[in-house]
């Protein structure tokens, strides 16, 4: 029983490319969030949702957007990929903004040739 | 930019406690130390946390200073599966968590 999850696993795509990662928990969480860990496996916050509505959203170009339909998903939408968009993208959940753990997924790792 | 100081790697003998340090001088009084760690090719794991007094759960024990100017997160009994990068991370509790470069640990059989 996964408590966080993501699909695909890993990503193949083309430059310019759309794509989309998708991110769901089980664990009645209201906060959601997207990370990104590059090459240099630095890992930055990218968006958080809380109750479906964006609370956080680090400059990140709007090439990329987030999508919660309720709030057990969290998916990524990737526009006009392009080759810097290769990384690990990890989705996290935890039980409300200000709580003290954060629920790692798996991690989507994906590559732009 | 992450708020803390970590070495870059430690190695620590299999059954031995892996004693791993953490600076963190401009620390303001509200807020918490946290502890993740990421084992290879998985996500973040979080470990412990603490805001003044020193912390124990079922993982690790956390030791902050008195000044709380720096930390030291304990693994009393180091495996194998122990070898991860570690986070040392400084926040107000309702803040974004900022990663830094992490202490690369070798559990060394």
């Known amino acids: 029983d996964t408590a966080v999850s993501q699909t695909p696993k890993y990503l193949v795509t083309q430059m310019g490319n759309d794509k989309s990662i998708k991110c769901e928990q089980n664990?009645?969480?209201?906060?959601m969030y997207w990370y990104k860990q590059d090459s240099k496996k630095f890992l930055k916050i990218m968006f958080s949702y809380n109750n479906k509505e964006l609370i956080i959203n680090e400059t990140v170009p709007n090439r990329f957007s987030p999508k919660s339909p309720d709030k057990a998903h969290l998916n990524l939408h990737i526009n006009s990929l392009e080759l810097g968009d290769s990384a690990v993208y990890f989705c996290?959940?935890?039980?409300?903004?200000?709580?003290?753990?954060?629920?790692f997924g798996p991690g989507t790792r994906l590559t732009v040739l | 930019d992450a708020k803390t100081t970590q070495p870059p790697s430690m190695d620590c003998a299999e059954g031995r406690a892996a004693n791993l340090p953490c600076n963190h001088s401009?620390?303001?009084?509200?807020?918490?130390v946290y502890w993740y760690r990421q084992i290879h090719s998985q996500g973040p794991q979080y470990i412990i946390h603490g805001l003044k007094n020193n912390e124990t759960n079922e993982m690790a024990s956390l030791i902050i200073t008195e000044d709380r100017k720096s930390s030291t997160l304990i693994l009393p009994h180091a495996t194998l599966r122990d070898t991860a990068v570690y986070y040392c991370i400084v926040r107000v509790r309702d803040d974004k968590i900022i990663f830094g470069k992490g202490t690369r640990l070798h559990i060394l059989p």
């Open positions: 401009t620390i303001s009084g509200n807020e918490y």
């Open positions: 664990l009645g969480h209201d906060t």
């Open positions: 996290a959940s935890s039980p409300m903004v200000s709580t003290d753990t954060q629920y």
